[in-house]
């Protein structure tokens, strides 16, 4: 039997869309593989601040989201009802900017607990 339901991969909310980056540093090095992105983003904590800045302006959802949170940051999903989805916890900016980076281009999630590891959305 065939199901035309559309199925969201492990990690992801259902519905979920690419989101547009419009801190163009971070879109040129997004090709890198993870632990470099994260190492960048260490070394110039100014552009990780940008995606944070980026994502406090924006006035629409569903979206993607990086917030701060005590001593920690949190990456995750806004939808349309204020819910948060698919929300990763993490300890550093370098870190969550990684993941924010990742998770809205679609390309996975950086999971640095986890050995250094990117959870691929296709089971890579």
């Not at 035309?4 to 890198?32: N, T």
């Not at 993870?34 to 406090?56: C, D």
């Not at 990456?75 to 900016?93: M, Y």
Request: net charge positive.
């Amino acid at each position: 039997m065939w199901s035309w339901k559309r199925k969201h991969p492990e990690g992801f909310p259902r519905g979920f869309r690419r989101q547009r980056i419009g801190i163009s540093a971070a879109k040129a090095i997004s090709h890198l593989p993870p632990a470099e992105i994260a190492a960048f983003f260490r070394q110039h904590l100014e552009i990780a601040e940008g995606l944070l800045g980026e994502s406090y302006d924006k006035r629409f959802t569903p979206s993607t989201f990086i917030q701060q949170k005590g001593n920690g940051f949190r990456v995750g999903w806004i939808t349309r009802n204020a819910q948060h989805k698919c929300v990763q916890e993490l300890p550093n900016l370098a870190d969550a900017a990684t993941d924010y980076l990742l998770f809205s281009l679609g390309k996975g999630r950086w999971m640095p607990h986890m050995c250094d590891q990117l959870f691929f959305i296709d089971g890579r």
